[in-house]
């Protein structure tokens, strides 16, 4: 497992009873998380300086319940980037903060790459990939389906102060505008992907990852140069093990020689423990 150890603005406090307690700077969040399956050793929702917990309803979805007025929105930071955090909808937050090793990993080999590196992040989300591929040097084509999470990726790089013309935003269905590159012919030094366990495109397009992973990843290598960086699969679907996403990068990739490592990815606990949040792989050009 790598563990995103290296963050100051951000730290899971405690965990138990399918739920997390989580500073986000001086903020306070209880939020659910299907992966604790273990009995708290206190009350979270006791916690003293708690400010909001995210309540699940019957019927679907949920809703915030605040204990303690905060901001609207604010920011962390991690080492040089920054960030907006804001609570919304389905207990998000707009932020990832254990995919922060995989913003090592490829800021890493950005800036020892030597050369200009083109980076297509899909399903990119509010863009912590993005601004730490930019921060690192490349320039990225950040393209998500929801108008919104693009636009605050737009937010993220600008609190970063990233130069936005390294950054290339598109609002479109992942596959679609893939087969759309392909025909243009341009291609990227390196990809990164984040699907989802299941999802919509602006058009209706379903996506199923267990059905659609594997040929999204053959696809994208029709868009990668002759001699790409890295190539990087995170996936939060429970059950998805990291082996799943290093045989796909094995068969996909066999035409490029580089080497392969997946992983879990997780996060440390004040509590002495680790808190697996999903898996990772990666090809490295080396």
């Known amino acids: 497992m790598k563990i995103a150890s290296s963050w100051k603005d951000y730290s899971v406090i405690a965990t138990g009873d399918g739920l997390k307690l989580e500073r986000w700077k001086d903020v306070i969040l209880l939020r659910p998380d299907p992966q604790i399956i273990w009995p708290s050793q206190f009350d979270l929702e006791s916690y003293a300086g708690l400010n909001a917990i995210y309540r699940r309803s019957e019927k679907g979805g949920g809703e915030w319940e605040i204990k303690k007025p905060f901001a609207k929105e604010w920011?962390?930071?991690?080492?040089?980037?920054?960030?907006?955090?804001?609570?919304?909808?389905?207990?998000?937050?707009?932020?990832?903060?254990?995919?922060?090793?995989?913003?090592?990993?490829?800021?890493?080999?950005?800036?020892?790459?030597?050369?200009?590196?083109?980076?297509?992040?899909?399903?990119?989300?509010?863009?912590?990939?993005?601004?730490?591929?930019?921060?690192?040097g490349a320039s990225v084509c950040h393209v998500d389906a929801a108008k919104g999470m693009v636009e605050r990726a737009g937010e993220n790089i600008r609190a970063s102060k990233i130069d936005n013309a390294n950054v290339r935003y598109i609002i479109d269905d992942c596959k679609k505008f893939v087969e759309r590159e392909i025909k243009r012919g341009r291609k990227y030094d390196a990809i990164i992907m984040d699907p989802p366990s299941y999802g919509r495109g602006p058009g209706g397009e379903m996506w199923k990852i267990d059905s659609e992973l594997y040929g999204l990843v053959d696809l994208c290598v029709n868009v990668l140069s002759d001699n790409p960086l890295f190539f990087l699969i995170n996936s939060y679907t429970t059950g998805l093990q990291p082996m799943v996403l290093n045989n796909i990068l094995t068969l996909c990739m066999k035409n490029y020689k580089g080497r392969i490592e997946a992983y879990e990815v997780g996060l440390p606990t004040e509590e002495g423990i680790y808190l697996p949040c999903g898996a990772g792989g990666i090809f490295i050009n080396e």
């Open 75 to 136: 920011d962390v930071s991690y080492k040089d980037l920054t960030f907006k955090i804001k609570p919304m909808g389905f207990k998000h937050t707009g932020l990832f903060p254990e995919q922060a090793v995989n913003w090592d990993i490829m800021s890493t080999l950005i800036k020892k790459a030597g050369r200009p590196i083109n980076v297509l992040n899909l399903f990119a989300y509010t863009g912590g990939a993005t601004v730490a591929c930019a921060a690192a």
